[in-house]
């Protein structure tokens, strides 16, 4: 059976997000883990303002390719002009009012982690997913001695996740 350019394109791109929900689901655990020492050796080779741009142009980043992906995907201006309503406060300006810069990391990688969750799973395992990886991740952290757990951080990850299903559920939506 041949398999033409175009199913083989999907079967790639479906694996493309397949790896990059898996390197997130590493990714964030790993986070927890490690981030503090990671984040003591960022912190001494840059500054916080560095440090506050390089979050800032890696969230503008997701945000650009999240777009284009809409577009991609035949999402019209009026999808695009919904998304860009909601999606630019919540990635870009509700991270800079946060007062510790390593806190908008949250926002990255659980807005991607709902965005490829609902690209690869119906709605509700999307939501699931989303949701329990936000609280997991806190829990995780409660059992570390460096590190403390929070609800609001929980809230955060929640918001970011759910930010990230509903953005790839307005893009998917025909």
Same mark, same amino acid.
């Given at each position: ?6 199913e083989?394109?999907?079967? +790639?791109?479906?694996? &493309?997000v397949?790896?990059? %929900? #898996?390197?997130?689901? =590493?990714?964030i655990? +790993?986070? +927890?883990? %490690?981030?503090? $020492?990671l984040? &003591? ?8 303002? %560095?440090?506050? !741009?390089? /979050?800032?142009?890696? +969230?503008? /980043?997701?945000? @650009? @390719? ?7 995907n035949? &999402?019209?201006y009026r999808?695009?002009?919904? #998304?860009? @309503?909601w999606?630019?406060p !919540?990635f870009?300006?509700? $991270?800079?009012? !946060?007062? =510790? =810069?390593?806190?908008?990391?949250? *926002? ?7 965005f490829?969750?609902?690209?690869? *799973?119906s709605? $509700? ?8 990886? @936000? ?5 995780l952290?409660?059992t570390? $001695?460096?590190? =403390?757990?929070?609800?609001?951080d ?5 918001v ?9 559920w307005? &893009?998917?939506r025909?």
């Amino acid at each position: 059976m041949r398999i033409r350019e175009t199913e083989m394109f999907q079967m +790639s791109g479906k694996r &493309g997000v397949l790896w990059a %929900w #898996l390197f997130l689901l =590493v990714a964030i655990p +790993s986070m +927890s883990v %490690w981030g503090r $020492p990671l984040l &003591g050796v960022m912190r001494s080779l840059l500054s916080m303002e %560095w440090l506050a !741009l390089l /979050m800032f142009v890696a +969230s503008l /980043m997701a945000l @650009a @390719a999240g777009i284009s992906w809409v577009r991609r995907n035949g &999402g019209g201006y009026r999808t695009g002009l919904l #998304l860009s @309503a909601w999606i630019i406060p !919540l990635f870009l300006v509700l $991270p800079l009012t !946060l007062p =510790v =810069v390593e806190e908008r990391l949250h *926002f990255l990688l659980f807005g991607g982690l709902g965005f490829f969750s609902m690209l690869l *799973f119906s709605t $509700p395992v999307a939501l699931a997913v989303a949701v329990l990886g @936000a609280a997991l991740d806190e829990l995780l952290q409660w059992t570390l $001695p460096d590190r =403390v757990g929070d609800w609001r951080d929980v809230g955060f990850n929640a918001v970011a996740a759910l930010g990230g299903v509903t953005a790839a559920w307005l &893009g998917r939506r025909r």
